[in-house]
């Protein structure tokens, strides 16, 4: 649990350190972390690697990752899911691509909350869709969508799909029961299917905060599809592995049909890691979520001190969600560059005078990194 460990990741061709590869910049950009894996999961991969044979395996054969998720989901959030109901995936973002291309037809509106992390900002495109944003409004010292807007896009019958990302990324809002009742009834009244991301939802920071996964919810167990993995939470997003919970069977077909010949099949390391991950590692999940509060705290108060920036307290994920309109400079990624820190730009995020930075890292590099930009 070596969480102030510094590990040389230059010689993995980490995407995170590619980018400013050369150059004397921090990345604190792209959402994976600097921890190492908790050693449960390195020896259930180092295992499996000894074996010798890496032959198709069904994830659907693979009881031990099946059972993982279901007394996961049942543990951790209350929710006892049926077998049939999980549908493996090869990443959040392949998913909710897939949701599109299953539930939406050419020309029809997707519905998404701005700001939003760029793959889920893109889908719509992607797959020849219009793109609905809703915007994200400041209330009670945290982001909230705007509901009245939801309301209004909703009641337009081009709005197909609503894919939710709770916790939001980058904004760190947990959605709480009465705010998920609000969307829930929205979609319900407005026969809107709901997509909802919830690849951080292990990640909760706030103590005083609870995930309820969407399908948990009355209303939406015959009209969602939740999306989650292991792989934020336990740095394990290189091995592609995630998975869908779509409890209706007809969802679930429409679902499976769209991603039958293209989208892959998961790899079975990623479904050794998982189950590791899910069984083994409690206590390195509860330090880990110890460590991003102290890093979080650190940031928010750090951050607050310098004129120009100012970021609310996230409630989940390890990322920060800086506003940097006060700063006055054309570009805050290019100011922040130049200083030698490399945060994921706003611009890619829909609001250009904000920039995202990721404080899952050793305490060391927070603290060069507030250094530089009091510089």
């Given at each position: 649990?070596?969480?102030?460990?510094?590990?040389?990741?230059?010689?993995?061709?980490?995407?995170k350190w590619?980018?400013?590869?050369?150059?004397?910049?921090?990345?604190?950009?792209?959402?994976?972390t600097e921890?190492?894996?908790?050693?449960?999961?390195?020896?259930?991969?180092?295992?499996?690697?000894?074996?010798?044979?890496?032959?198709?395996?069904?994830?659907?054969?693979?009881?031990?990752?099946?059972?993982?998720?279901?007394?996961?989901?049942?543990?951790?959030?209350?929710?006892?899911?049926?077998?049939?109901?999980?549908?493996?995936?090869?990443?959040?973002?392949?998913?909710?691509?897939?949701?599109?291309?299953?539930?939406?037809?050419?020309?029809?509106?997707?519905?998404?909350?701005?700001?939003?992390?760029?793959?889920?900002?893109?889908?719509?495109?992607?797959?020849?869709?219009?793109?609905?944003?809703?915007?994200?409004?400041?209330?009670?010292?945290?982001?909230?969508?705007?509901?009245?807007?939801?309301?209004?896009?909703?009641?337009?019958?081009?709005?197909?799909?609503?894919?939710?990302?709770?916790?939001?990324?980058?904004?760190?809002?947990?959605?709480?029961?009465?705010?998920?009742?609000?969307?829930?009834?929205?979609?319900?009244?407005?026969?809107?299917?709901?997509?909802?991301?919830?690849?951080?939802?292990?990640?909760?920071?706030?103590?005083?905060?609870?995930?309820?996964?969407?399908?948990?919810?009355?209303?939406?167990?015959?009209?969602?599809?939740?999306?989650?993995?292991?792989?934020?939470?336990?740095?394990?997003?290189?091995?592609?592995?995630?998975?869908?919970?779509?409890?209706?069977?007809?969802?679930?077909?429409?679902?499976?049909?769209?991603?039958?010949?293209?989208?892959?099949?998961?790899?079975?390391?990623?479904?050794?890691?998982?189950q590791a991950?899910?069984?083994?590692?409690?206590?390195?999940?509860?330090?880990?979520?110890?460590?991003?509060?102290?890093?979080?705290?650190?940031?928010?108060?750090?951050?607050?001190?310098?004129?120009?920036?100012?970021?609310?307290?996230?409630?989940?994920?390890?990322?920060?969600?800086?506003?940097?309109?006060?700063?006055?400079?054309?570009?805050?990624?290019?100011?922040?560059?130049?200083?030698?820190?490399?945060?994921?730009?706003?611009?890619?995020?829909?609001?250009?005078?904000?920039?995202?930075?990721?404080?899952?890292?050793?305490?060391?590099?927070?603290?060069?990194?507030?250094?530089?930009?009091?510089?």
């Open positions: 649990m070596q969480f102030d460990q510094l590990i040389d990741r230059s010689s993995t061709y980490a995407y590619e980018k400013y590869k050369g150059q004397d910049v921090i990345p604190l950009w792209i959402a994976d921890f190492k894996c908790a050693q449960p999961i390195i020896d259930a991969v180092a295992k499996r690697t000894e074996h010798g044979l890496m032959g198709y395996t069904l994830p659907a054969h693979h009881q031990g990752a099946i059972d993982a998720v279901i007394n996961w989901l049942d543990r951790q959030y209350g929710w006892k899911i049926e077998q049939e109901w999980l549908v493996w995936t090869p990443g959040v973002v392949p998913a909710f691509n897939t949701a599109i291309a299953a539930y939406c037809e050419p020309g029809d509106k997707v519905i998404v909350q701005s700001p939003n992390y760029p793959p889920l900002l893109a889908a719509p495109g992607i797959n020849k869709m219009q793109r609905v944003t809703i915007p994200t409004l400041e209330q009670d010292g945290r982001w909230m969508l705007d509901m009245a807007e939801l309301e209004k896009q909703a009641a337009d019958p081009a709005c197909k799909l609503f894919i939710l990302c709770n916790p939001m990324n980058p904004v760190g809002t947990v959605l709480n029961e009465q705010e998920l009742s609000t969307i829930a009834d929205i979609c319900e009244k407005h026969n809107v299917l709901l997509c909802s991301d919830e690849i951080h939802c292990d990640l909760i920071l706030d103590e005083e905060a609870t995930h309820i996964p969407a399908g948990k919810l009355p209303g939406l167990e015959s009209r969602s599809i939740t999306l989650m993995a292991a792989s934020k939470t336990f740095n394990v997003a290189g091995l592609g592995t995630s998975f869908a919970i779509i409890p209706d069977a007809k969802l679930r077909q429409q679902f499976n049909l769209a991603a039958r010949g293209i989208v892959p099949w998961v790899n079975i390391m990623g479904l050794e890691a998982t991950a899910f069984t083994l590692c409690d206590d390195w999940h509860q330090a880990q979520l110890a460590y991003l509060r102290d890093n979080r705290d650190y940031l928010y108060n750090q951050i607050n001190q310098i004129n120009g920036l100012r970021m609310l307290k996230p409630q989940a994920t390890f990322l920060a969600w800086v506003d940097a309109r006060e700063l006055n400079v054309p570009s805050p990624q290019k100011w922040a560059e130049d200083k030698g820190v490399g945060p994921s730009p706003g611009a890619d995020f829909a609001e250009p005078q904000f920039f995202r930075l990721n404080f899952g890292c050793p305490r060391t590099y927070l603290e060069q990194a507030i250094e530089r930009l009091k510089a």
